[in-house]
């Protein structure tokens, strides 16, 4: 497999001489993303414009087994859209127009490259409501939520981006294109195309529209920072909330060297001894709101919380996001790298998790920094260590391997949100069977039987 100079030529010819390039400096660009140490150079990357010019592309890499990568803003935390075996990246940022916002009906219908805050913005303005709402929303676009069904605070209340995706049109690995699911508010026709390739991690087809379910805006929004001393309580207050009636749209939390980096920017003069954080943020009909935000504290109150804020106004509220969102970047002011994991176990041994994260921490010598959306049990481990020193990488990949051990053991997951991609493949059968992982090997070849989308990913 591979590229040879009159392909390039043929590629140029078709797309335009701006939509193709080959410069090395634009290859390393794209030979990886924002998982730390996974690079491998393309031999080329394009820039469709359009369905036709994508299906075209995927003709030619077809006949001349030529593997495609599909990416959006390359913001994965897996190498699900690194190049491992060479061949075509292909950045789909272009085609980011939002085609229409059917108000009445409650649809949006999208282009992959369309980044996630500008979606949130334009069916806002309509009063209307996009759900999903990863950490990194302001730079990520929807094709790339829908390769890895990515996820985000707000998931607690209201699901994931396989929640919300009614339909897609999609190119296959051979150029032919499809049209999965439905604009109506149910149907069940058939298998659901539409659900396998949501979460395939662009393995499977390359998205070209999505038609995505919306919602009313909520009326009124009200965010909390709850202070407790040690993670521990934390976690337990999280399990007490969830058995509650009321459920919060996110309850975000923040263990000890999260919070210690980020504290200045919370805009909230949290107790001294404050060790962990929770944001919980609910929303509705305004009156309901506000009753049940003071139910929230009572619990807390009881369940040990040190003091209870309330952002006074969306500044404030906006804030505290921000320093939650700007957690992942901030982490190398403790070391030079991290794994960054997104398991997730149930919510009911989310206190167990964190006595077991502790521990990990422990036996290995290393930071191991938490936090995540512990409304849904996902939360976010990661582990600290110095890249230069080969003993801090032995015990971080120890303590990966522990970390994962332990999430299977209380009935979890080895991901909620990031995928499996390149860095989690070598764990996957310790999650999924071999029968299991053959039934999703030969659905792959049905769909890509030269193996050039995408090769390399979720399957050791």
């Not at 591979?2 to 392909?7: I, K, S, T």
């Not at 992959?112 to 409501?129: N, R, S, T, Y």
């Not at 999505?210 to 009313?216: A, D, G, Q």
């Not at 989690?424 to 890509?448: C, H, N, P, T």
Request: charged content about 20%.
């Amino acid at each position: 497999m591979g590229m040879d100079d009159a392909v390039y030529r043929l590629l140029k010819h078709r797309l335009g001489e701006k939509y193709i390039t080959r410069n090395p400096e634009d290859r390393v660009c794209y030979s990886y993303d924002a998982a730390p140490g996974q690079s491998f150079l393309p031999d080329a990357v394009v820039f469709p414009g359009t369905q036709a010019q994508v299906a075209d592309i995927m003709r030619l890499a077809w006949e001349k087994r030529i593997p495609v990568i599909p990416r959006g803003s390359g913001s994965g935390m897996t190498g699900g859209a690194v190049p491992v075996k060479g061949g075509l990246v292909m950045a789909l940022t272009r085609m980011n127009r939002i085609l229409g916002i059917d108000t009445d009906n409650f649809i949006a219908t999208v282009e992959p490259g369309v980044i996630v805050a500008d979606l949130h913005a334009a069916v806002e303005k309509q009063g209307l409501f996009y759900p999903p709402d990863p950490a990194s929303s302001a730079v990520c676009t929807i094709g790339g939520n829908v390769g890895e069904c990515a996820g985000g605070p707000r998931a607690v209340k209201y699901g994931v981006t396989r929640d919300y995706v009614l339909g897609l049109q999609a190119v296959l690995p051979d150029g032919d294109i499809i049209r999965t699911g439905v604009c109506t508010a149910k149907g069940v026709a058939g298998y659901d195309l539409t659900r396998l390739i949501v979460g395939s991690e662009g393995t499977l087809a390359v998205v070209t529209r999505i038609t995505l379910r919306l919602l009313p805006k909520p009326a009124y929004v009200a965010t909390l920072a709850v202070c407790f001393d040690d993670m521990v309580t934390a976690a337990r207050a999280v399990s007490g909330i969830m058995r509650r009636a009321v459920i919060p749209r996110c309850v975000e939390y923040l263990d000890e060297a999260s919070l210690s980096l980020v504290r200045n920017q919370l805009q909230f003069d949290l107790p001294a001894q404050a060790r962990a954080l929770l944001i919980l943020e609910l929303d509705g009909d305004e009156a309901l709101v506000k009753t049940q935000t003071e139910q929230i504290r009572v619990f807390c109150s009881q369940a040990g919380a040190l003091d209870i804020l309330t952002a006074g106004d969306p500044v404030q509220a906006a804030a505290l996001w921000e320093a939650r969102k700007a957690l992942s970047p901030v982490l190398y002011k403790i070391a030079s790298q991290k794994l960054n994991e997104d398991i997730v176990v149930p919510i009911s041994k989310i206190p167990d998790m964190v006595s077991r994260i502790k521990t990990i921490q422990q036996e290995s010598g290393l930071t191991v920094v938490s936090f995540g959306h512990a409304g849904d049990g996902n939360i976010h481990c990661n582990i600290m260590y110095d890249k230069a020193d080969e003993t801090q990488a032995a015990q971080a990949r120890k303590a990966l391997d522990k970390l994962f051990a332990q999430t299977l053991a209380l009935g979890g997951t080895i991901t909620g949100e990031h995928g499996v991609g390149l860095t989690k493949k070598a764990y996957l059968s310790w999650e999924i069977g071999d029968r299991e992982q053959s039934i999703m090997k030969q659905i792959k070849a049905v769909f890509d039987p030269r193996q050039i989308l995408n090769p390399g990913k979720i399957f050791s």
